[in-house]
């Protein structure tokens, strides 16, 4: 009786096949990450943004100014805003450019305005604001308010919108 003998396959099928499967795989991974966003999906996201009040994309900080020095839990501006209204007016000249005026409260129970550190953080800057108005047209300007540590200040970011 003979013996059967064992199927045996060349070298080269075996490394072939290797091969293709590595290029697959390739292939794969290339058409995984390639993400080009199809129109509907960036519909929805314009539509996410819009409906939570955000813009179509981030602008760009172009210069900053700011306005430090605030008793605790005070208003009152502790500068003569003069200066920081001329710098306004020299960076808004360019009708591309928008202003960012952002009041901070420190957070400590000092720092408070009607319970709220961050009411009182708004207030500042539209303190500022009023102050520094006169040289700004009120649809590039946009407030906004934060806490942080040891901040009372209002800080003042031209950005670039085309």
Known sequence: MRAALPLSRPLWLITLADLSLLL???????????????????????????????????????????????????????????AVAAWARDALSDPRTRLIVTG?????PADRANGSALALAGLRAEAVAAAIGGAIPPDRLRLGAAIAPGARRVMLSVSYDP
């Open 24 to 82: 697959v795989g390739f292939f794969v991974f290339l058409q995984a990450t390639a993400h080009k966003p199809r129109p509907e999906q960036e519909a929805i996201r314009a539509g996410i943004r819009e409906a939570f009040g955000g813009v179509g994309r981030m602008p760009l900080a172009v210069d900053a100014n700011a306005i430090a020095g605030f008793a605790s839990g005070s208003t009152a501006l502790p500068a003569d805003t003069a």
């Open 104 to 108: 901070y409260a420190d957070g400590s």
